[in-house]
């Protein structure tokens, strides 16, 4: 006799969006997770009066309405809008690129004018077959955009040259030719104005939560819990690594805690340049429109992975994806097994995907 009809492993979006359908349709959840805190990526902290993004900036935005309307149901969303900026040396361009970009780079002033200057670049690439990320990037938008906004910030990204980069990683760089800063084109987007960790502790009321529990040093124990289990960790940690390990890139983050009231005007500023290790760095206080006297900003840097670090962002090439497959088809040979969250699917999900991808799951298995 099971104590619990789900064991959710993992206490970030997914497993807390899980956890809160079945809660509601009558299932009994525990929720184990790994860290001292819920949220996962999404946790932040209170500091002087700001929601500190821990774990990198997290900016809600969907076209879905429906997935608008359940975050809504939680927290009330604020109407902040991204417009990031890119800082190359001493200059400052607006992303993402659109004509506000493109009359810093060159000076033109018409749609026309823009395109005629991209494509005179682009000309020379045309006819070539991309073998690499910088050839591709060249094709499509040619020598000064790539030098002074994707190269460097893409190389400190993946930590390997464009030129060593598979092309798929840039098939499109999208080009506006508006003098349009919004950078997300969905209709729907903005901050929680009580934090995330608020959508988080709601998601989860009525379930049992343990934190600071590895649930892969003692999974017997954690299965024989509960009828089910909802695995949303690295897929070949929880295979032991048996057929090889799946590659991610890391994340590492500076936080400093300044006594001015403001450092840079904006939330999110990129870093594009090569003399500076870290490719953006952000102003928490300007995600809220905040006052204080005081503020906190954060640089992020790019990371290798390596076990015991966190995995942020899977290499999704064909090596990967295969071995990925392999992983996924003996997941599904284990009934009391299911795999949920960008982890467990090794995809990178945005916030909006992950709570789709979580609905979806509960549709697939309660209906």
């Not at 009809?5 to 525990?30: P, Q, S, T």
């Not at 904006?266 to 006297?293: C, L, S, W």
Request: with cysteine.
């Amino acid at each position: 006799m099971f104590q619990y009809d789900f064991l959710i492993v993992g206490a970030g979006l997914f497993g807390a969006v899980f956890a809160h359908e079945m809660n509601n349709k009558g299932k009994k959840c525990l929720v184990v997770e790994q860290r001292n805190h819920t949220g996962g990526n999404i946790h932040n902290t209170l500091v002087d009066g700001i929601h500190v993004h821990e774990y990198g900036a997290h900016i809600f935005h969907t076209d879905d309405k429906n997935v608008w309307d359940y975050v809504n149901r939680f927290v009330t969303m604020n109407r902040f809008t991204n417009s990031p900026l890119a800082r190359n040396g001493s200059e400052l361009f607006n992303l993402p690129f659109n004509m506000n970009t493109f009359h810093q780079l060159w000076g033109v002033v018409t749609p026309a004018e823009a395109w005629e200057k991209i494509e005179s670049q682009c000309a020379k690439y045309k006819d070539i077959v991309p073998q690499n990320l910088e050839e591709q990037a060249l094709k499509l938008v040619g020598h000064d955009i790539y030098e002074k906004l994707i190269k460097h910030y893409t190389e400190k990204q993946w930590g390997r040259r464009c030129d060593e980069l598979p092309a798929f990683i840039i098939r499109r760089v999208p080009l506006r030719f508006t003098y349009d800063n919004n950078y997300f084109n969905d209709p729907y987007q903005g901050i929680p104005v009580e934090g995330y960790n608020q959508l988080i502790d709601k998601l989860l009321e009525g379930c049992e939560v343990i934190l600071g529990v590895d649930y892969l040093s003692d999974r017997q124990t954690f299965d024989s819990k509960a009828r089910r289990v909802l695995y949303t960790g690295c897929l070949d940690a929880y295979f032991d690594y048996r057929l090889g390990e799946l590659e991610y890139r890391s994340l590492r983050f500076e936080h400093e805690h300044l006594n001015i009231p403001d450092y840079q005007g904006n939330a999110v500023v990129n870093y594009t340049g090569a003399e500076v290790p870290y490719t953006r760095i952000i102003e928490h206080k300007h995600f809220e429109f905040g006052k204080q006297d005081t503020t906190i900003i954060t640089r992020e840097f790019p990371d290798q992975y390596e076990r015991g670090k966190i995995p942020y962002y899977p290499v999704n090439d064909e090596q990967n994806t295969q071995l990925y497959e392999q992983y996924r088809q003996l997941a599904a040979c284990d009934d009391k097994l299911i795999i949920g969250g960008r982890l467990a699917m090794y995809k990178y999900f945005d916030m909006d995907d992950t709570i789709a991808e979580a609905l979806k799951l509960v549709d697939e298995i309660t209906n």
